[in-house]
């Protein structure tokens, strides 16, 4: 299967909101990105297998911000008249080919700055999915420039040792993950 569609654009529409996730207009995603951003709605998947390796993604070098760096499985934006339901499970598909159950673990805003480039100013859900061994993922090249499983152990020693190769999003949520949501990096039993 190929999964090679270009499937972000500077120009979709994003949802532009304030701490509380109320809805206060809409921009490009070009214009929300711009100078010190403006706060919009986001989401990052974590995606898990049965052994608990976390899928990493390193991001494509025709990214915007943030190109060749290592982040969590999946991460995007709800554009305007989408659900958080709605476009998680679309990202999953266009990046990864993947279907999985996603589970809301908290929200959090964050305003990280990449050079002249623009910013992210975002309002996050935070979500993890468990995949069996039997999936199979098939990365989207515009997207993603490889992809590895991996053991939380090496996120931490990536975290400790090598913290300018991981995004600044993904260093906030897998700090958290660990702390407070460690159950959540396990399938959950049935």
């Known amino acids: 299967m190929s999964n090679n569609a270009q499937v972000s654009s500077e120009n979709e529409r994003l949802i532009l909101v ?3 996730d109320n809805v206060l207009g809409h921009a490009s995603k070009g214009e929300a990105h711009d100078g010190d951003g403006t706060l919009h709605r986001a989401f990052s998947i974590f995606i898990f297998n049965p052994a608990g390796e976390l899928l990493q993604q390193n991001r494509s070098d025709q990214k915007r911000m943030w190109p060749m760096i290592w982040s969590n499985s ?3 934006h709800p554009r305007e008249g989408e659900t958080y339901e709605f476009s998680t499970a679309r990202r999953l598909r266009e990046e990864l080919a993947l ?4 589970t809301y673990l908290y929200r959090f805003s964050y305003q990280a700055r990449f050079s002249e480039a623009g910013s992210e100013h975002e309002l996050c859900s935070v979500y993890v999915g468990h995949v069996t061994g039997a999936q199979t993922v098939d990365v989207n090249p515009n997207e993603i420039a490889e992809w ?3 053991a939380p152990e090496e996120i931490d020693r990536m975290l400790a040792e ?3 190769q991981l995004t600044p999003w993904f260093k906030l949520e897998w700090a958290r993950i660990r702390s407070d ?3 959540s990096i396990r399938p959950p039993s049935h």
């Open 18 to 20: 304030d701490q509380e």
């Open 148 to 150: 590895r499983w991996e």
């Open 74 to 76: 999946c991460c995007s």
């Open 162 to 164: 090598e913290p300018d």
């Open 181 to 183: 949501h460690p159950e």
């Open 99 to 102: 279907e999985a159950e996603r």
